[in-house]
């Protein structure tokens, strides 16, 4: 079955400092990979997506993330952070028919330290 | 509309009745999606409406929930005989099609909270 796996469910950088949150898949087939940012207070927003051609994906908020099929990983990074990151991260994979269910991890909470 | 659209923000409910929850999706978006967050957790599936075709129904947890919707507009999810358990925020996300091949825009979501 399909599953989502944020190892990290609480992570503290300092503002500035480069950032990696882990996502690893499950899933048979070529997956369409989504990471999605919850702020306090705000709907979900979509950060990055990747269905296929180049793995490495740019996205919004100066945010990219990788796809590494041998790894089953696809990992957000970002050089930089500022404290405006600090929010809920949610990884997902869209699978079966034309990806038509999606499936997201645990999350991953994001604090910026001063 | 502007964007997704979910009412009530808010539901305070006492055990044993029955709740409906309301999503206005992005209009012309054909596909429509309900998710379920408890807190501190991830987002659950629930159910899947695309167009005309009949609607995935393989994350409802049991047969107290249910949802409807009419056409490409608007959708309820109902739940009957609430338990403590189904306390969450109830989320409502829309796209132009399947999930995997367009962004799906999410709603702020309904908290639900039963006592």
């Known amino acids: 079955a399909q599953s989502v796996t944020q190892p990290d469910i609480h992570i503290t950088v300092s503002e500035g400092a480069s950032l990696e949150l882990r996502c690893n898949y499950s899933?048979?087939?070529?997956?369409?990979l989504f990471w999605y940012v919850q702020s306090p207070g705000q709907g979900l927003q979509l950060l990055l997506k990747?269905?296929?051609?180049?793995?490495l994906v740019q996205g919004i908020k100066g945010f990219e993330a990788e796809f590494k099929r041998s790894q089953s990983s696809f990992n957000l990074r970002k050089p930089s952070v500022h404290w405006s990151d600090a929010a809920e991260y949610f990884c997902?994979?869209?699978?079966?028919?034309?990806?038509?269910?999606?499936?997201f991890g645990s999350g991953t909470r994001l604090s910026i330290r001063p | 509309g502007a964007g997704v659209s979910q009412s009530p923000s808010n539901k305070v409910t006492e055990k044993g009745k029955d709740v409906e929850l309301r999503c206005d999706p992005i209009s012309g978006h054909t596909a429509l999606y309900w998710y379920r967050q408890r807190l501190g957790q991830g987002l659950e599936f629930l159910i899947y409406?695309?167009?005309?075709?009949?609607?995935?129904k393989s994350g409802l947890p049991s047969d107290r929930f249910s949802a409807e919707r009419t056409g490409e507009s608007v959708s309820t999810l109902t739940i009957q005989r609430t338990q403590q358990e189904d306390s969450a925020v109830y989320l409502c996300?829309?796209?132009?099609?399947?999930?995997?091949?367009?962004?799906?825009?999410f709603g702020q979501g309904t908290r639900l909270t039963v006592v």
């Open positions: 996300a829309s796209s132009f099609k399947a999930l995997g091949a367009t962004e799906a825009f």
């Open positions: 899933y048979g087939a070529t997956p369409y």
């Open positions: 990747y269905f296929s051609g180049d793995t």
């Open positions: 409406f695309q167009g005309n075709s009949a609607p995935d």
């Open positions: 997902a994979v869209g699978a079966g028919s034309s990806a038509s269910k999606i499936i």
